[in-house]
């Protein structure tokens, strides 16, 4: 599934608020637009941190999807290893008779 980073959800808000404070000739001063970025900025941050309860259920997630996936790989690389060598040891154990 492809998603969109949060960052350029939040990022495309914020540029679409400027659009539409432009489209309707609402003038805003240099230090309002610097608190404006700041605050985009800070809720960008706050959105990627991995104090949220997005990041953890994410984290989770993957994980146990890991632990599944590697469990069946491994399971079956050592179900095959030990086929494959308990038949040569069969093969010898005949050859040695």
């Known amino acids: ?3 969109t980073p949060v960052c350029e959800i939040i990022g495309g808000r914020f540029d679409k608020f400027f659009d ?4 309707k000739g609402i003038y805003v001063t240099n ?5 404006i970025e700041n605050l985009e900025a ?4 706050a959105a990627e941190s991995k104090y ?23 399971y079956e690389q050592g179900y095959n290893d030990g086929y494959e060598a308990g038949y040569e040891e069969g093969i010898q154990d005949e050859l040695n008779q």
């Open 1 to 3: 599934m492809i998603t």
């Open 52 to 74: 949220t309860s997005e990041y953890e259920a994410a984290y989770d997630e993957g994980y146990e999807q890991g632990y599944d996936n590697a469990n069946e790989t491994e």
């Open 42 to 45: 800070d809720v960008i941050e």
């Open 20 to 23: 539409e404070l432009k489209f």
């Open 31 to 35: 230090d309002l637009v610097d608190l």
